[in-house]
Nanobody
């Protein structure tokens, strides 16, 4: 079992930055690929970024590539999402997720079997 708790969300002006954190508890966290997803009101949950267990391979949605950076510290059981140059369209609830069944990065929500409760990010124009 893995429990995930996100933090770091908030209200920021367009062009600003936020860093989200996802603290994990439970064994084998370091062996799992991890991902960040987001869901805006009335929209489906969408992929944002993911990385392998070592952090050596990362993948980003086209909409955030070059602005967001995902990283992990397995010693601290924590995954981060650094978000720069934020835009109003980045407004959403952001979720971190763990994939215990695969070793390669997946980008669809149903591939991930552990989820946090989400943290709200609001970007004002």
């Amino acid at each position: 079992q893995v429990q995930l708790v996100e933090s770091g969300g908030g209200l920021v002006q367009a062009g600003g930055s936020l860093r989200l954190s996802c603290a994990a508890s439970g064994r084998a966290f370091s062996g799992y690929p991890m991902g960040w997803f987001r869901q805006a009101p009335g929209k489906e949950r969408e992929f944002v970024a993911a990385l392998t267990w070592s952090g050596g391979t990362t993948y980003y949605a086209a909409s955030v590539k070059g602005r967001f950076a995902i990283s992990r510290d397995n010693a601290k059981n924590t995954v981060y999402l650094q978000m720069n140059s934020l835009k109003p369209e980045d407004t959403a609830v952001y979720y971190c997720a763990a994939d215990s069944r695969n070793r390669l990065i997946r980008t669809t929500p149903y591939e991930y079997d552990y989820w946090g409760q989400g943290t709200q990010v609001t970007v004002s124009s």
